[in-house]
């Protein structure tokens, strides 16, 4: 972090961020330098999110993964950086990356860290969502945070604020329409929502019949290491059930992420019946679960309503996440009818769709992250809403695109 001056945009205002994942505290560490006084707010730990994946290897490389002023925060603080093309697990992102980046922070007289404290909710000081629609007075009206944390409940202020909360806390539902499956709900947990350390989870899964839900990377993750547990548990079974009615993956041509093309050569060759010990079933969603003694019998239907029974021990779900749009809800956001993230940019991601490669994007401009309530912006993987693409060299930009319209806006208002 550099000296701050007087002169610098910032001038001690106070920027609220929700959530320390990789995008937060990242967002952290520039405006700091950009002058802010910083409160970032984690309902958890820093990087808890990735921490549910830290058995996981990344796709991109830390050359993408991490910022240049990161980098050199913690070359400044001695500690020692892994080679750019060199791709981490998250496990490692977070041991030698992101926790030694918020030690950092900490030392920074201007930057507090609520750690297990949860925003709960945000408005604005003496504003109702409907109240002085495009008037300026209203960014002269501090946002209000609702917060819970280990003291209890309480009310801080900011002038500006960042949503950077992910997604990863709503994984959406198995069945029709992105509706939970009829019994899904009554399981009570017991369908697991994420990709699972599969030798931690040993007992729970070697020799099982395992049903996997979901066409995406995660879903070929998860696949890949079940196809592994099956080397040395030859009778763990594994379903595949999907939603796509060809091959689920595009393999990109030349693609320059190694670990992402072999996933989709991996998911192809499930999906074309080449992987002993896994049945694939595109083309359906999950209709009905019932418990029937130790078992779990499922109904699976595809779009015409042919269905077919499976009977299974273990369910996991890889079927993404959506955002949630409650934190937000007194503030004056315009969001996407379709991926509930702000309309701006998913209007520019929807213009730019059709393209396989989520490497080939680039973050759309400060101004596709403006939203009617001023001061106020959605920035990681929450602000892409349900689209998935959403990676980390995106993220980073958008703090620059976001800092960019702060500062220019210094003494406007
Ligand atoms: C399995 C997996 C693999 C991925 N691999 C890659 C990859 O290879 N390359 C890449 O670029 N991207 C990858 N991504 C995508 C993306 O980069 C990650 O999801 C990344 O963690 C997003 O960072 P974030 O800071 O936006 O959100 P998150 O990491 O989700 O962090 C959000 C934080 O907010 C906190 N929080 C939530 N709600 C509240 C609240 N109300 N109050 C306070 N705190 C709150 C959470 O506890 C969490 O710590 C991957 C994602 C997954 C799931």
Not at 291 to 299: F, I, P
């Amino acid at each position: 972090m550099n000296q701050k001056s007087s002169e610098e945009q910032g001038r001690g205002r106070r920027l609220a961020i929700i959530g320390a994942g990789p995008i937060g505290v990242e967002c952290a560490l520039r405006a700091l330098d950009e002058g802010f006084n910083v409160a970032l707010y984690e309902a958890k730990m820093p990087g808890a999110h990735v921490r549910t994946w830290s058995h996981v290897t990344f796709f991109s490389p830390w050359s993408l993964n991490r910022s240049a002023r990161g980098v050199a925060t913690l070359q400044a603080a001695g500690v020692e950086l892994a080679p750019d093309e060199d791709v981490p697990t998250g496990a490692q992102y977070l041991d030698a990356y992101l926790e030694p980046l918020v030690e950092a922070l900490k030392r920074d007289t201007h930057f507090q860290l609520f750690e297990q404290t949860r925003v709960l909710g945000v408005s604005r000081v003496r504003a109702l969502k409907g109240d002085l629609l495009a008037n300026p007075k209203r960014a002269r009206r501090p946002f209000l945070l609702r917060v819970s944390g280990p003291e209890g409940e309480r009310f801080d202020e900011a002038d500006v604020l960042i949503d950077a909360s992910g997604v990863l806390e709503n994984p959406n539902r198995l069945g029709p329409g992105g509706l939970a499956a009829i019994g899904e709900e009554a399981l009570n947990g017991e369908v697991i929502r994420a990709i699972p350390d599969v030798e931690a989870q040993r007992d729970r899964l070697a020799g099982k019949r395992v049903l996997v839900v979901g066409h995406g990377h995660s879903a070929a993750t998860t696949l890949g290491a079940l196809t592994e547990l099956r080397e040395s548990a030859p009778q763990t079974h594994i379903t595949w059930a999907y939603r796509a009615e060809d091959e689920p993956f595009v393999e990109i041509e030349g693609d320059t992420l190694p670990q992402r093309l072999r996933l989709s050569r991996l998911g192809n060759a499930i999906a074309r019946g080449e992987v002993s010990g896994v049945d694939p079933v595109g083309g359906v969603f999950v209709e009905r679960i019932t418990r029937e003694d130790c078992a779990l019998r499922v109904v699976l239907a595809d779009e015409q309503g042919t269905t077919r029974e499976i009977e299974v021990d273990r369910i996991i779900a890889n079927v993404g996440y959506h955002p949630d749009t409650s934190l937000t809800s007194e503030l004056q956001v315009h969001l996407c009818y379709a991926s509930d993230g702000p309309m701006k940019l998913a209007a520019s991601l929807l213009a730019s769709a059709g393209n396989a490669d989520c490497l080939a994007q680039s973050s759309a401009g400060p101004e596709v992250l403006k939203n009617p309530e001023p001061e106020f912006f959605v920035l990681g993987t929450k602000s892409y809403g349900r689209n998935p693409n959403f990676l980390l060299k995106i993220g980073l930009e958008q703090i620059d695109d976001v800092m960019t319209l702060l500062t220019q806006k210094e003494g406007d208002v």
